[in-house]
């Protein structure tokens, strides 16, 4: 045996070691561990918000409204009961958070709007124990419970634009007659159930953008195709266009343009409703066409 072979074995052998190492791991320590809904946790993921719907009424229970003025100096206040009316939603909104300079590495999550003025924010994120910082390395091994945060508009989006100063993009859902309201409701059982049935976070598998993903999928099978920018969320946008996802503000730039919200909100004083602020500088209603055929060439609904 030569050299090279030689090497080469050595090489297969320690490969080998290694998976099979990995896989006893995998199976012995990890797979084992199971989600849990009774720990100390962070002081920002507290509470499990849960929902009732009793005919056009939602009724939601430990919504978040923190007020940040850094991450360290806030607020901290839980609402005991919001309430709104399924048949006043009026808006969606896709928010992408780039808090990172990977431009891929990006938060996202939802906005709903109601008629009554309440924008309700739901964000999938990690659910940390006390004193417990994230790390997307950690997230590969069972290390933090899915957390599906429901919070007000000023508090999710707030902690971002104001206390974070990352880079913030709303852009407007386009929906079929009848799909937001589906979505919404898809948001409320997928609470419900996060709130008897804990599940895993995963850094790839099951993220803030995944977890989106598929329950737009849930709605409607197949709306979204899967696409490597599900996995890098600050690539989003694109993707979100061509699906007539969102609004076409005037192709990818001129949306993100007009979507972009972070500067507006640092210049808030604290006076007045902070979501009407934010739609103040943002691109009015625009019909929605179910006739609008997908890049694919079909003629699709989108959710």
């Not at 808090?99 to 924010?121: I, K, N, R, V």
């Not at 950690?138 to 957390?147: H, K, P, Q, S, T």
């Not at 589906?182 to 598998?205: C, D, I, R, T």
């Not at 007045?272 to 625009?286: E, F, T």
Request: charged residues 25%; contains cysteine.
């Amino acid at each position: 045996m030569d050299g090279s072979s030689a090497a080469a074995w050595v090489f297969v052998s320690l490969m080998g070691v290694v998976i099979l190492r990995v896989g006893f791991v995998w199976y012995t320590r990890i797979r084992p561990l199971q989600p849990s809904l009774d720990l100390e946790w962070a002081a920002d993921c507290e509470h499990l918000t849960t929902a009732t719907v009793d005919g056009n009424d939602l009724v939601f229970r430990n919504v978040r409204d923190f007020h940040w003025r850094t991450t360290r100096d806030r607020d901290e206040r839980w609402d005991d009961e919001v309430k709104v009316k399924i048949d006043e939603l009026t808006d969606v909104w896709f928010v992408v958070d780039h808090f990172h300079s990977l431009h891929g590495m990006a938060h996202t999550y939802l906005t709903f709007d109601f008629a009554c003025g309440t924008c309700l924010s739901f964000s999938f994120e990690t659910r940390r124990e006390r004193n417990e910082r994230y790390h997307p390395w950690d997230g590969l091994w069972r290390a933090y419970e899915l957390y599906l945060l429901v919070g007000h508009e000023r508090d999710v989006t707030g902690l971002r634009t104001t206390a974070r100063k990352n880079r913030d993009y709303m852009l407007r859902a386009m929906t079929p007659p009848g799909k937001d309201r589906e979505l919404l409701l898809a948001m409320v059982a997928k609470l419900n159930k996060l709130a008897v049935q804990p599940e895993w976070y995963h850094s790839l598998l099951t993220t803030c953008n995944t977890s989106i993903v598929n329950i737009v999928n849930q709605i409607t099978p197949g709306r979204i195709p899967f696409l490597w920018r599900n996995f890098l969320p600050g690539y989003t946008p694109k993707a979100a266009l061509r699906l007539k996802l969102v609004e076409d503000w005037g192709g990818l730039e001129g949306t993100l343009e007009a979507a972009r919200v972070d500067e507006v909100a640092q210049q808030w004083s604290g006076d007045g409703d902070y979501s009407a602020m934010l739609r103040a500088h943002l691109p009015s209603k625009q019909k929605f066409s179910e006739e609008e055929p997908t890049s694919a060439g079909q003629n699709r609904s989108p959710a």
